[in-house]
Protein backbone atom coordinates (compact mmCIF):
# COMPACT_ATOMS: atom_id res chain seq x y z
CA UNK A 1 0.00 0.00 0.00
CA UNK A 2 1.16 3.60 -1.13
CA UNK A 3 1.97 6.20 1.64
CA UNK A 4 -0.35 9.73 1.84
CA UNK A 5 2.79 11.04 0.28
CA UNK A 6 3.03 8.75 -2.51
CA UNK A 7 -0.93 8.99 -3.11
CA UNK A 8 -0.83 12.71 -2.95
CA UNK A 9 1.82 13.32 -5.46
CA UNK A 10 -0.40 10.60 -8.13
CA UNK A 11 -2.77 12.66 -7.92
CA UNK A 12 -0.73 16.03 -8.92
CA UNK A 13 0.50 17.40 -5.66
CA UNK A 14 3.95 17.91 -4.64
CA UNK A 15 5.67 18.57 -1.02
CA UNK A 16 6.77 22.39 -0.81
CA UNK A 17 10.65 22.69 0.57
CA UNK A 18 12.29 25.46 1.46
CA UNK A 19 15.97 26.12 0.51
CA UNK A 20 17.39 23.22 2.80
CA UNK A 21 15.63 20.68 1.21
CA UNK A 22 13.26 19.56 4.33
CA UNK A 23 9.32 20.46 4.19
CA UNK A 24 8.68 23.76 5.29
CA UNK A 25 5.07 22.27 6.94
CA UNK A 26 4.35 18.73 7.07
CA UNK A 27 0.54 19.31 5.83
CA UNK A 28 1.11 21.80 3.01
CA UNK A 29 1.08 20.14 -0.48
CA UNK A 30 1.36 22.66 -3.57
CA UNK A 31 -0.81 22.43 -6.68
CA UNK A 32 0.92 20.47 -9.67
CA UNK A 33 0.32 22.90 -12.55
CA UNK A 34 2.03 21.46 -15.29
CA UNK A 35 -1.15 19.80 -17.28
CA UNK A 36 -2.89 21.88 -19.30
CA UNK A 37 -6.84 22.76 -18.19
CA UNK A 38 -9.24 23.31 -20.96
CA UNK A 39 -12.21 25.83 -20.41
CA UNK A 40 -15.57 25.07 -22.88
CA UNK A 41 -18.66 26.73 -23.12
CA UNK A 42 -21.53 24.61 -23.34
CA UNK A 43 -25.35 24.94 -24.34
CA UNK A 44 -26.21 21.43 -24.97
CA UNK A 45 -29.11 19.70 -23.39
CA UNK A 46 -29.55 23.12 -21.33
CA UNK A 47 -32.42 24.51 -22.67
CA UNK A 48 -30.43 27.10 -24.46
CA UNK A 49 -28.93 28.16 -21.18
CA UNK A 50 -24.73 28.46 -21.46
CA UNK A 51 -22.61 27.46 -18.80
CA UNK A 52 -18.54 27.20 -18.74
CA UNK A 53 -16.94 24.06 -18.17
CA UNK A 54 -13.59 23.66 -16.39
CA UNK A 55 -11.83 20.18 -16.98
CA UNK A 56 -8.46 18.50 -16.37
CA UNK A 57 -7.31 20.15 -13.18
CA UNK A 58 -6.05 18.24 -10.57
CA UNK A 59 -8.54 14.85 -9.32
CA UNK A 60 -8.41 16.12 -5.78
CA UNK A 61 -12.08 16.81 -4.56
CA UNK A 62 -11.51 19.46 -1.70
CA UNK A 63 -9.13 21.64 -4.29
CA UNK A 64 -11.91 21.36 -6.81
CA UNK A 65 -14.24 22.71 -4.40
CA UNK A 66 -12.25 25.27 -3.14
CA UNK A 67 -11.07 26.29 -6.83
CA UNK A 68 -15.07 26.28 -7.67
CA UNK A 69 -15.67 28.48 -4.90
CA UNK A 70 -12.98 31.34 -5.45
CA UNK A 71 -14.23 30.90 -9.31
CA UNK A 72 -17.44 31.96 -8.49
CA UNK A 73 -17.16 34.47 -6.07
CA UNK A 74 -14.60 36.23 -9.06
CA UNK A 75 -17.21 35.48 -11.49
CA UNK A 76 -19.65 36.54 -9.55
CA UNK A 77 -21.89 33.54 -10.42
CA UNK A 78 -23.47 30.60 -9.60
CA UNK A 79 -22.28 26.72 -10.23
CA UNK A 80 -20.98 23.80 -9.07
CA UNK A 81 -18.50 20.92 -9.01
CA UNK A 82 -19.73 17.75 -11.02
CA UNK A 83 -17.79 14.76 -10.82
CA UNK A 84 -13.88 16.30 -12.01
CA UNK A 85 -15.00 19.68 -13.77
CA UNK A 86 -16.21 23.16 -12.46
CA UNK A 87 -19.08 24.52 -14.14
CA UNK A 88 -19.96 27.92 -13.47
CA UNK A 89 -23.36 29.60 -15.24
CA UNK A 90 -23.02 31.83 -18.12
CA UNK A 91 -19.81 32.51 -20.36
CA UNK A 92 -17.36 33.00 -17.73
CA UNK A 93 -14.20 31.61 -20.07
CA UNK A 94 -12.34 34.69 -20.16
CA UNK A 95 -12.42 35.77 -16.48
CA UNK A 96 -11.51 31.82 -15.62
CA UNK A 97 -8.38 31.82 -17.67
CA UNK A 98 -7.06 34.31 -16.26
CA UNK A 99 -7.99 33.25 -13.17
CA UNK A 100 -6.15 29.94 -13.35
CA UNK A 101 -3.46 31.62 -15.52
CA UNK A 102 -2.55 33.60 -12.47
CA UNK A 103 -2.08 30.61 -10.61
CA UNK A 104 0.29 28.97 -12.96
CA UNK A 105 -2.09 26.88 -15.31
CA UNK A 106 -1.58 26.26 -19.03
CA UNK A 107 -5.19 27.22 -20.25
CA UNK A 108 -6.23 26.26 -23.40
CA UNK A 109 -10.04 27.17 -24.65
CA UNK A 110 -12.03 24.50 -26.31
CA UNK A 111 -15.31 24.04 -28.30
CA UNK A 112 -17.32 27.14 -29.37
Do not use: H
Request: include cysteine; charge should be neutral; glycine fraction near 12%.
Amino acid sequence: MASFQEQLEKLGFQRSSDEYGESADAGETVVDTTATVYIQRQTKGRKGKGVTLIQALPDDPQLLADFASQLRKKCGVGGSVKGKVIELQGDQRELAKNWLEERGFRVKLAGG
